[in-house]
């Protein structure tokens, strides 16, 4: 049955979530060589897509579909193993939707808008009041809940997720001109002089690629788009500047659903979009208090767990003793006589006796030789690091064997170091 406007109990009940998770992320580099964007690695044991579905689930939403099409297979094996708990009996469903031609035979996704397309069948089979589309890149705490609840009271025809950002900094984004209603009056695409917000003409409003829409509507939306040969199938180049113009398009502001580790934090959202803000995402997390809680209870994030040994620390000796000092080890790591400092190790780690990783982001299953010593480091799952090897000291030398990015941090995968060990 699909609910009319009174019903009661939580709009949530009567959404499905989508989540846009096809993109590559080519700014994180060689991090999305074999992985897309949403399947990177995160926070010591999770993917950043898990951040999107956990809100979903979090905020009460159990219908739930995921778009892929990059390089999908490590992101499906991560969703099949770790998203399979949905129960179709008590109304649950979580669908896998790679691009798979449905529309025609020689179409892929070709945007956002035409990747929601060409499933809306699947979609409009369940029948549900509302969807809400998700971007599968981005980490943030947020209760979908409310913005369903001003979709709804103001009779919009989509509600935009909004970041509240410094006005001089929105020029990078796609941003908002609002009412004093939240009413969009207009949508401006990385704008030299963004338009401030109603009262507060020292910040602006930046989409966050977050939308609901009543699910028919969507569907006729794009049945339309996708027959208009000028478009290009995108949510953010076309559909919301055409109901910003034709529409009831109306502005959430974060502010007011952001989960928040206390009352007077500020609201967390970030792109991790490049390397270096990838790097300080993670690293952040290494504070005392940091601004992402991934210790709340009320609001946890999901993921897929290994059945893992405890991490282990061994070797009690002078300058060969196994530590580790405001970091983050997941389970099955082995810290033998070496020392961490200001690090996330995720699953299976191994540093051996005499090294040292000093701000380092270091994915699953990495072995670092004895005596190496790597500083401002991200290195790629599966790499075995050299015995002896030093990073972080020489950035000339740095830049010529791995990825160095402008901020200093160096990048290592498989590739880098197989090619300098042909050239010892």
């Not at 969807?131 to 913005?147: F, N, Q, S, T």
């Not at 949508?187 to 917000?197: A, C, H, L, S, Y």
């Not at 699953?347 to 000093?358: D, K, L, Q, T, W």
Request: aromatic share 8%; net charge neutral.
């Amino acid at each position: 049955m699909n609910p009319g406007a009174g019903s009661s109990g939580p709009l949530s009940r009567h959404a499905m979530a989508y989540v846009l998770a096809g993109g590559r992320g080519s700014r994180l580099l060689e991090l999305t060589d074999v992985r897309a964007k949403p399947a990177v690695y995160f926070g010591g044991k999770f993917r950043i897509i898990d951040f999107a579905l956990s809100n979903a689930l979090n905020s009460g939403i159990r219908r739930i579909a995921v778009a892929t099409q990059y390089k999908a297979h490590s992101l499906i094996r991560h969703l099949q193993r770790g998203w399979n708990f949905f129960r179709p009996e008590r109304n649950e469903t979580f669908d896998i939707l790679p691009a798979s031609q449905r529309v025609s035979e020689e179409k892929w996704y070709l945007g956002t808008a035409d990747a929601v397309y060409q499933n809306m069948d699947i979609v409009l089979d369940y029948d549900t009041r509302f969807i809400v589309v998700l971007a599968g890149d981005h980490v943030y705490k947020m209760d979908y809940e409310p913005m369903l609840q001003q979709h709804v009271d103001q009779g919009a025809d989509v509600t935009v997720g909004c970041l509240e950002v410094a006005r001089l900094e929105a020029s990078g984004f796609g941003v908002m001109a609002v009412d004093a209603t939240d009413r969009i009056v207009d949508f401006v695409e990385k704008p030299t002089d963004p338009p401030p917000m109603p009262g507060r003409p020292e910040m602006a409003l930046a989409s966050m690629g977050i939308y609901v829409f009543n699910t028919r509507f969507l569907a006729e939306v794009l049945r339309r788009d996708a027959a208009d040969p000028d478009s290009s199938h995108d949510f953010g180049k076309d559909i919301i500047p055409r109901l910003v113009k034709e529409g009831k398009a109306v502005a959430h502001p974060f502010s007011r659903s952001a989960i928040r580790p206390s009352s007077g934090a500020a609201p967390y959202w970030r792109d991790v979009g490049t390397i270096d803000s990838y790097f300080a995402s993670n690293i952040d997390l290494t504070e005392v208090v940091p601004d992402l809680d991934l210790y709340d209870r009320s609001w946890p994030i999901w993921t897929y767990s290994e059945m893992n040994a405890p991490a282990k620390f061994v070797h009690d000796h002078p300058g060969r003793r196994g530590s580790a000092i405001s970091s983050l080890v997941a389970g099955d790591c082995v810290v033998s006589g070496s020392t961490v400092w200001r690090s996330l190790l995720f699953n299976g780690v191994r540093i051996n006796s005499y090294a040292s990783v000093e701000l380092g982001v270091i994915l699953p299953n990495v072995n670092i030789g004895r005596s190496a010593r790597l500083r401002n480091v991200i290195v790629d799952r599966g790499v075995t690091i050299p015995e002896g090897l030093v990073v972080g000291d020489d950035p000339v030398l740095d830049a010529k064997r791995f990825r160095r990015t402008d901020g200093g941090v160096c990048l290592i995968n498989k590739g880098m170091i197989e090619r300098l060990e042909s050239r010892l």
